[in-house]
């Protein structure tokens, strides 16, 4: 799937710019034309273009999605419902992704197929979530299922945003106070000291050393660390060197177990909604793939994709993989045989999910007073270093 960048006027005089996804040009600039408007540019997102567009607008299509389970609750046709929702759009990219969904679905072609040709707003987990709804007859409950999958996920990566930003606030907050210190107050205050004849005490001169150091080093460390992160950024889709990076992330101390944790989280609860609507454990596991960030745990959870579709049981799969821990894995066992696994994929993803919100938040309460701590021991080892001098100065004084 292609992503091609385009502008076109509305009749009303308005320029609409956007992003569309499509197999080729052609069928970009065909869709394009069966809308309203005259199409003034079309031309494929390459390289740093693509920086702007990475993120998928999930955000916006979770009320979407919520108001169109509503609507399938109250058995209004489908095409009216995607109207209704089409008309209650304010987004106007939005509103034109939902109008090429309606415009597909008026020609005879089912709801999750025509999601599944916008990928960047439609996951496969979506479409795979509403085809089983379609099929079994319960489109409704499959809407609303995904809209309550969409606010956990939601729910889980507010809760990482905020155990990550706070403390990182902080420490770059830290940094900046601590550099200011060593390389700008400090050699003012030292040469007065040494203007003044005052014969520096030990501490005053490993802080003054230290300050040189750091405005010393502070330049080249900056050159590379932009190189370090152009280059991350040059290989962050090399399928190899990432597979390397995120086994080695998930062998870390601590953050390598909550990213563990993080992954399984992801896939109970990506497993939960797809055993709700009764699709099959093989397609289950790997559609579940497309949840999981880190591509080493996304391949163990392929090789038990594999288990599965050579008969194997789905807790013998993931037991052999070694994709939960054992008292996950005893309970899975459990739901499995007494024929409840949707039910305890669901209560096992919602203990795992708040589990982990617990971690964070006392992995958040650790960091904060040590880095507290090392930013006042920072500004104590700076204040001895420049009242000691001061008091030398004052008792040659007397």
Known sequence: MNRYRYRQRLPEGKILRGVLDAQSEQEARLRLQSREGTLLMLRPVRGWGKIGNLAPRRAAMRGAIKQLALLAEAQLPLRESLALVVKQQTNETLRQVLEDVYRQVCQGQALSSAMARQPRYFDPLCSATVSAGEYSGEL?????????YCEEQHRLRQSLRQAVSYPLFLMVISSVVMIVLLTVAVPQIVSQLTLSGVALPWSTRAVQSIGVGIGNGLLPFAVFALAGGASIYSVRNHTRWRFYCDAWLLRLPLLGRLNARLQQVRLLMTLAILCRSAIPMADALR?????????????????????????DGFSAAVSRHALFPPDVLALLIAGEQGGRLSQTLSWLARIQRES???????????????????????????????????????????
């Open 140 to 148: 409704a409950r499959a809407l609303n299922a995904y809209a309550d």
């Open 287 to 311: 559609l579940s793939c497309e949840a999981l960030s880190n591509r080493c745990f996304r391949a163990r959870v392929q090789q038990a994709v594999l288990g599965v579709v050579e008969g």
């Open 356 to 398: 982990l919100q617990q971690k964070l938040l006392g992995l958040v309460k650790f960091i904060e007073p040590c880095l507290i701590l090392v930013l006042g021991l920072v500004v104590l080892m700076v204040f001895m270093a420049i009242i000691q001098p001061m008091l030398t100065m004052n008792t040659l004084a007397i």
